[in-house]
């Protein structure tokens, strides 16, 4: 599966552009299976020879910034590799990412 297709990377805020939102917009959910970890992106662009995220991390549950080429190489303990959520709707961070109960 294709983490980062070509219209999504398109269509993708740089990063620091959605900083002023009081709700940015997430557009993509990443997850590794069989575990708690997922990556909500807000934004991202090129970098080098790699692409830069930002966005919100449920695992470690904080903000942060992640590379694609990390996305690649993860894997959970029986090798399976990151997803791109596929039935993932893009919308606003408190619409989309899960209370820390849930």
């Not at 575990?35 to 966005?55: I, K, Q």
């Not at 470690?60 to 029986?78: H, I, Q």
């Amino acid at each position: 599966m294709e983490l980062l297709p070509d219209d999504l990377r398109q269509r993708l805020p740089k990063i620091h552009e959605q900083e002023a939102e009081e709700e940015p917009v997430v557009y993509v959910r990443y997850f590794l299976p069989g575990t708690r970890l997922s990556w909500y992106v807000m934004e991202g662009e090129p970098d080098g020879d790699d692409f830069l995220f930002f966005g919100f991390a449920a695992g470690p549950r904080d903000f942060l910034y992640f590379r694609l080429s990390e996305l690649k190489t993860a894997k959970n303990l029986l090798g399976q590799p990151v997803e791109r959520d596929l039935t993932f709707t893009e919308g606003r961070l408190t619409d989309v990412v899960p209370a820390p109960d849930s």
